[in-house]
């Protein structure tokens, strides 16, 4: 079994570490390799990522994945799940992994400037209910088809550099209601006001 350390960097990769001056600074590090409490409650919230495959002759594809927060399940230590929706229909990504099941799974939330990569083996399962049952929300309208499967074999954390926030609907909305009840508040006062200001004096 390779080393997390060998699944990031190959042979090529080090050497180029090493002409640019940032090899030293990689060599004993410790990688992650499962899914720990914090990762877990990241992905929680999470609701969009990509996924990157390759076809057996090297041809690399990213597909942008969707669904509701939390749909990149944790069914295992190390082992990471999602339902598969109706698409587009091209299959790019199912081909792949027929030949070549390496993967990358490359995470960025806007919100919290955070960018988490993901490298392991991915497969595809088809008519399990069991396993589709732990991964669909009854309430997403998409229609799921079938199961992606990710062995995760390392994670890293990059830095928030170049990350501009940005917010979903749903991430905006409590500061948005806040700001809402607040503005109602401050017009009902106003309205009292003037009601006073325009009453008889005796």
Request: aromatic share 10%; charged share 25%.
């Given at each position: 079994?390779?080393?997390?350390?060998?699944?990031?960097?190959?042979?090529?990769?080090?050497?180029?570490?090493?002409?640019?001056?940032?090899?030293?600074?990689?060599?004993?590090?410790?990688?992650?390799?499962?899914?720990?409490?914090?990762?877990?409650?990241?992905?929680?919230?999470?609701?969009?990522?990509?996924?990157?495959?390759?076809?057996?002759?090297?041809?690399?594809?990213?597909?942008?994945?969707?669904?509701?927060?939390?749909?990149?399940?944790?069914?295992?230590?190390?082992?990471?799940?999602?339902?598969?929706?109706?698409?587009?229909?091209?299959?790019?990504?199912?081909?792949?992994?027929?030949?070549?099941?390496?993967?990358?799974?490359?995470?960025?939330?806007?919100?919290?400037?955070?960018?988490?990569?993901?490298?392991?083996?991915?497969?595809?399962?088809?008519?399990?209910?069991?396993?589709?049952?732990?991964?669909?929300?009854?309430?997403?309208?998409?229609?799921?088809?079938?199961?992606?499967?990710?062995?995760?074999?390392?994670?890293?954390?990059?830095?928030?550099?170049?990350?501009?926030?940005?917010?979903?609907?749903?991430?905006i909305a409590p500061a948005v209601n806040t700001l809402t009840a607040r503005i109602k508040e401050l017009e009902e006062e106003v309205a009292r006001l003037k009601g006073a200001d325009s009453s008889p004096s005796v």
């Amino acid at each position: 079994m390779e080393k997390p350390e060998d699944v990031l960097f190959s042979a090529s990769v080090k050497a180029e570490q090493a002409r640019l001056g940032s090899r030293q600074s990689f060599e004993g590090r410790e990688w992650a390799t499962f899914i720990t409490e914090d990762m877990a409650k990241f992905l929680d919230a999470i609701d969009t990522f990509f996924l990157a495959t390759a076809s057996a002759d090297g041809r690399p594809y990213i597909q942008h994945r969707g669904g509701p927060p939390g749909f990149l399940k944790p069914i295992g230590p190390t082992t990471l799940a999602f339902a598969d929706f109706a698409g587009n229909r091209q299959y790019i990504t199912l081909g792949h992994l027929k030949e070549n099941d390496c993967a990358h799974i490359f995470i960025l939330h806007f919100a919290t400037q955070q960018r988490v990569k993901m490298w392991g083996r991915a497969r595809v399962i088809e008519n399990d209910a069991a396993l589709m049952e732990r991964l669909v929300d009854p309430a997403y309208k998409a229609r799921p088809q079938r199961a992606v499967v990710f062995e995760l074999e390392a994670w890293d954390v990059n830095c928030r550099q170049h990350i501009v926030p940005r917010y979903s609907e749903a991430e905006i909305a409590p500061a948005v209601n806040t700001l809402t009840a607040r503005i109602k508040e401050l017009e009902e006062e106003v309205a009292r006001l003037k009601g006073a200001d325009s009453s008889p004096s005796v």
